[in-house]
């Protein structure tokens, strides 16, 4: 039922402009193919200034940020809301493009940011050498599926990108024993003193945990304090020599009953098709032994009526 939820709100929200990431954009070109070395020198005095001291705003209300070093230059634009997302591009250190893509979210110098859409890069002389696509790396719960999630909670609003300056997602490989998560903050107040934390199963998009965000643990603001929500991580039952969490149990046991079922390739034995595959050769072989045994029995009965 949460999954039909689930696509159901992500069909409404397709239909309206909202802060979901759409085919079009995962490859959209932007402005600034070449690096306008002149406008910055000029200390890009033709933009108005934007939130931040190094940072201007477009006519359209994209907020721009750019940075040149010795190897070449970067820019990152962010487009107006309620956009998710953030557009990069790298030059060489002629103004050549180099590399463009879009990361998940607001990005932000020093943090981890995810690739997200098709990633072009391109040879000195500004020609494409190839393309990637990053969204292959995503399971069944991707991106969008996590910005529904987040709207429904209504801690951001993808109608209006309330929130998306306070929000940030990685995945993460350690916290769970090694398990692969969706690891998502959003801070519900400026100051960051306040939010929720969720970890989420990064293929099928399962609540593991939530936390609230309560302040600060010491006074430098690098710990957080954090209150626990719910809790679904811990073992409810084992089957086959697998463990499950309750939600997993409940999704394990719908999925038999309703004969759907994901599984390991090396588990075969928990798979239910094996079951229905190996009764149907049992019934094959049993269909074959009796008509061999008949097919005998009429042969062994037609020499006896032959002799005289």
């Known amino acids: 039922m949460k999954k039909i939820i689930l696509f159901a709100s992500l069909l409404l929200l397709y239909s309206c402009k909202t802060g979901l990431i759409t085919n079009q954009e995962k490859k959209g070109d932007y402005m600034f193919e070449k690096f306008d070395f002149a406008s910055r020198d000029n200390n890009y005095k033709e933009y108005k200034k934007g939130n931040s001291e190094h940072s201007f705003f477009l006519k359209d209300g994209s907020e ?13 634009i962010l487009p ?7 557009v990069n591009k790298v030059y060489y250190r002629g103004g050549i493009i ?6 998940f979210g607001k990005f932000d110098l020093g943090s981890t940011p ?17 393309e990637e696509d990053e969204d292959k790396k995503f399971g069944n719960f991707g991106y969008n599926e996590l910005l529904t999630f987040l709207d429904q909670e209504k801690v951001i609003n993808l109608r209006t990108g309330k929130n998306r300056e306070n929000f ?21 107040d400026k100051t960051w003193y306040k939010g929720v934390r969720y970890l989420l199963d990064f293929n099928t998009g399962a609540l593991l945990m939530k936390y609230s965000i309560i302040g600060w643990e010491n006074g430098n ?36 009953e309703e004969g759907i079922y994901y599984y390991n390739n090396d588990d075969n034995n928990n798979n239910p098709n094996n079951t229905n595959y190996s009764l149907l ?18 042969m062994s009965n037609s020499r006896s009526l032959l002799q005289p």
């Open 281 to 298: 050769i049992v019934l094959l072989i049993l269909v074959f032994a009796v008509i061999l045994g008949g097919f005998i029995y009429i």
């Open 80 to 86: 107006p809301k309620p956009a998710f997302y953030t």
């Open 168 to 188: 940030s997602a990685f995945i993460n490989y350690t916290e769970l024993k090694g398990r692969k998560i969706w690891h998502v903050k959003v801070y519900t």
């Open 114 to 130: 995810i690739k997200i859409g098709v990633w072009t890069y391109f040879d000195e002389q500004g020609k494409v050498i190839r």
């Open 64 to 76: 721009f940020l750019t940075v040149v070093y010795k190897e070449g230059c970067e820019m990152w």
């Open 221 to 256: 603001g690098t710990d957080y304090k954090f209150t626990k929500l719910i809790d679904n991580t811990a073992i409810y039952k084992t089957e086959n020599g697998i463990d499950y969490t309750e939600p997993e149990w409940k999704e394990h046991q719908k999925n038999k």
């Open 98 to 103: 180099k590399e463009k893509g879009k990361y």
